[in-house]
T-cell receptor
Framework: AQKVTQAQTEISVVEKEDVTLDCVYE???????LFWYKQPPSGELVFLIRRNSFDEQNEISGRYSWNFQKSTSSFNFTITASQVVDSAVYFCALSEGASNTGKLIFGQGTTLQVKP | NAGVTQTPKFQVLKTGQSMTLQCAQDMNHEYMSWYRQDPGMGLRLIHYSVGAGITDQGEVPNGYNVSRSTTEDFPLRLLSAAPSQTSVYFC????????????FGPGTRLTVL
């Protein structure tokens, strides 16, 4: 069965520190998609990135980077030089390709607090 | 573009009452879904629709009904509210398929007393 695990419930860092949010997934599909969403204190869900199972290339977007490793079934998210505005709940999610229904399986979320 | 809209933003119900959470999108998305968010559990899929007239159950469908008569609207009905349905409800839409990211509405915070 498919599952997403974010073992870190809460992380607290001081501004300018680097921080990595872990995401481990389980699926029997060979085609699948992984997502990260951000939920700031205002409550909305904001899409950050999508990665498909055939593309293990790491991605960098400004201070954000993502490391996808199929060998360990992980899709980790790193924020470099964190800022107070990065404080939010971050969700990792999985969508399986075989059904192609777009159903998302979410992890439990990691609450990141960045202190000034 | 308003994106995905949800009404109401907040609602308090008594046990046994029924109500409908409204969701609408103006992006002509085929796929729409409802999730509930509970502390420590992430978001869980309640029901979803891959197009007008087609709906299916997600992970936690009990106590909820949906219908999709138009592309734009996807209401969620609570038949007889229970305290266990106290949660934040999010509606989402996308172009469909597993590849496309979903766009989420602002959420409805529901409390059942």
């Amino acid at each position: 069965a498919q599952k997403v695990t974010q073992a870190q419930t809460e992380i607290s860092v001081v501004e300018k520190e680097d921080v990595t949010l872990d995401c481990v997934y389980e699926t029997r599909d060979t085609t699948y998609y992984l997502f990260w969403y951000k939920q700031p204190p205002s409550g909305e869900l904001v899409f950050l990135i999508r990665r498909n199972s055939f593309d293990e290339q790491n991605e960098i977007s400004g201070r954000y980077s993502w490391n996808f490793q199929k060998s360990t079934s992980s899709f980790n998210f790193t924020i470099t030089a964190s800022q107070v505005v990065d404080s939010a709940v971050y969700f990792c999610a999985l969508s399986e390709g075989a059904s192609n229904t777009g159903k998302l399986i979410f992890g439990q979320g990691t609450t990141l607090q960045v202190k000034p | 573009n308003a994106g995905v809209t949800q009404t109401p933003k907040f609602q308090v119900l008594k046990t046994g009452q029924s109500m409908t959470l409204q969701c609408a999108q103006d992006m002509n998305h085929e796929y729409m879904s409802w999730y509930r968010q509970d502390p420590g559990m992430g978001l869980r899929l309640i029901h979803y629709s891959v197009g007008a007239g087609i709906t299916d159950q997600g992970e936690v469908p009990n106590g909820y009904n949906v219908s999709r008569s138009t592309t734009e609207d996807f209401p969620l009905r609570l038949l007889s509210a229970a305290p266990s349905q106290t949660s934040v409800y999010f509606c989402a839409s996308s172009w469909g398929g597993s590849y496309n990211e979903q766009f989420f509405g602002p959420g409805t915070r529901l409390t059942v007393l």
